[in-house]
């Protein structure tokens, strides 16, 4: 099959065609006859070599976002048949194949039915995006109806997703973003307030929004400085939630306001086979959210193919792209 794979860690350009072995199946997986994928900030990180511990093998297929359709069902497979639409986030690491190429072998605990009201590029935009935000603010934060929620990055994979999955919660939602066009996005996906970071400052928002106490739970999607910033909008006793820790920040406002932190890395799950189910259950909740109108991918109107993946990475590097990077498979 043809697949896009690199041999070496570098920059965009490392990536290059290539015909590999069709995966077969093997009990408790399915073989996808991949449709689409969405690039992740995780992927550019594999692909550099600045996470080579978690790397698949030379030469490597990334990419764990898929959608598609099942083509062969392995042994002891009873939830999915051939002919069923799936997606989810999983492989791109070590131990598991990628979704850049014609077929993918995916562990059938990973996957959920595909929405039936999303085109296949869409449905490849949710799954690790989702999963690590449903993580984030249910499962670590426990987020309640009438807290403040403030979410940094509301146009980010990460942050769309966490704006409306807050808002579901009943909390108020807050979100920062850099520009007029992103901040309206940051509304329309159902943010109560959202706020032009490059206007004002943590404190200047803090004292307009929560007369000076900070918010319940802050969500920073963006990591570095910004961690920092999160630390002093959270109120005392808040909880700061993080997806981008792999820096170093003085905790001392963390011991000044009794606050918790929690760091959301959901890559760790598909590495570990025996929390991999938690996933597919997320994803068929999502599914259900989608199809309800409840919940909506942001996909950037930048659609690539599998050709062009060293396009679809420049791009995500560069912090231009509005939601998701989608790439379809058109070979």
């Excluded at 970071?197 to 803090?206: A, L």
């Excluded at 590097?317 to 509005?322: D, F, K, L, P, V």
Aim: charged residues 20%; negative net charge.
């Amino acid at each position: 099959m043809k697949a896009q794979v690199i041999k070496k860690f570098g920059d965009p350009s490392v990536f290059e065609m290539a015909e590999v072995p069709k995966p077969e199946a093997i009990p408790g997986h399915v073989v996808i006859q991949v449709k689409a994928t969405s690039v992740n900030p995780i992927d550019t990180k594999i692909r550099s070599g600045a996470v080579a511990a978690i790397a698949p093998e030379f030469p490597a297929i990334l990419h764990g976002d898929v959608a598609g359709v099942i083509v062969e069902v392995g042994e002891g497979v009873s939830e999915f048949k051939v002919g069923d639409e799936v997606f989810g986030c999983a492989g791109g690491v070590k131990g598991t194949g990628g979704a850049l190429a014609e077929y993918m072998l995916a562990d059938v605990q990973l996957l959920a039915a595909k929405p039936t009201n999303l085109t296949m590029a869409q449905a490849a935009a949710l799954p690790l995006v989702t999963i690590t935000a449903w993580e984030a603010l249910y499962n670590r934060a426990n987020v309640q109806n009438g807290e403040t929620v403030l979410i940094h990055g509301a146009t980010g994979g990460v942050g769309h997703v966490a704006i409306q999955l807050a808002k579901l919660a009943g909390a108020k939602v807050f979100t920062t973003a850099s520009s007029d066009e992103k901040l309206s996005i940051g509304k329309r996906l159902g943010a109560d307030v959202a706020i032009n970071y490059r206007e004002q400052s943590v404190e200047q928002y803090v004292k307009e929004y929560t007369d000076g106490k900070g918010f319940d739970i802050v969500f920073d999607t963006v990591g570095g400085e910004n961690l920092d910033r999160s630390f002093q909008a959270a109120a005392t006793y808040g909880t700061v939630l993080s997806i981008a820790a792999r820096s170093t920040h003085d905790l001392s406002p963390l011991h000044a306001k009794a606050l918790t932190l929690h760091i959301t890395f959901m890559i760790l799950k598909i590495m570990n086979k025996e929390k991999r189910q938690e996933y597919g259950n997320i994803l068929r909740e999502v599914t259900k959210l989608v199809e309800e109108g409840k919940l909506q991918p942001l996909v950037d109107g930048r659609v690539f193919s599998f050709n062009q993946v060293n396009e679809a990475h420049t791009l995500l590097e560069s912090h231009q792209a509005i939601g998701k990077i989608v790439l379809t498979n058109e070979w």
